[in-house]
């Protein structure tokens, strides 16, 4: 570990929790270099990678949404907020859809509190306007 990664790895929480921030904010820039850093930090933390998810599913990017949370569940296949992102993605793949609504019903139990929120909102999202457009 260089200097410079181990005088800020204290920091890793917070440019994590910044780039979310930027994301939501809308800005790329930002949130970009935010997990890039992170992740320079520490690769092996899988939060940069779902940072990265975020990012783009944030901007309806699926494909790399997916390539992010899979490289993230092959480490760990129950990572609850990978499956969570991985579920929302699917949301917006016509062929997908049933197998995000799956992932989502058995999320809505979890005992972490922003993953059960996070279901419960695609469930939401889902019920208000993916059911409606197959109507």
């Given at each position: 570990?260089?200097?410079?990664?181990q005088?800020?790895?204290?920091h890793?929480?917070l440019?994590?929790?910044?780039?979310?921030?930027?994301?939501n904010?809308?800005?790329?820039?930002?949130?970009?270099?935010?997990?890039?850093?992170a992740?320079?930090?520490?690769?092996?933390?899988?939060?940069?990678?779902?940072?990265?998810?975020?990012?783009?599913?944030?901007?309806?990017?699926?494909?790399?949404?997916?390539?992010?949370?899979?490289?993230?569940?092959?480490?760990?296949?129950?990572?609850?907020?990978?499956?969570?992102?991985?579920?929302?993605?699917?949301?917006?793949?016509?062929?997908?859809?049933?197998?995000?609504?799956?992932?989502?019903?058995?999320?809505?139990?979890?005992?972490?509190?922003?993953?059960?929120?996070?279901?419960?909102?695609?469930?939401?999202?889902?019920?208000?306007?993916?059911?409606?457009?197959?109507?």
């Amino acid at each position: 570990m260089s200097s410079l990664q181990q005088k800020y790895q204290d920091h890793y929480a917070l440019f994590i929790e910044t780039g979310f921030i930027a994301v939501n904010q809308m800005d790329t820039h930002a949130a970009l270099a935010l997990f890039k850093a992170a992740k320079h930090l520490d690769a092996e933390n899988p939060m940069s990678e779902l940072g990265m998810a975020y990012y783009h599913l944030c901007r309806l990017e699926i494909t790399p949404c997916l390539n992010c949370v899979n490289h993230v569940l092959k480490k760990d296949p129950h990572h609850q907020m990978a499956l969570a992102f991985k579920a929302m993605a699917q949301l917006f793949s016509t062929s997908q859809i049933k197998e995000g609504k799956k992932i989502l019903e058995e999320l809505k139990n979890s005992s972490d509190a922003g993953v059960k929120k996070f279901s419960l909102q695609g469930l939401e999202f889902m019920e208000k306007f993916v059911n409606k457009q197959a109507q």
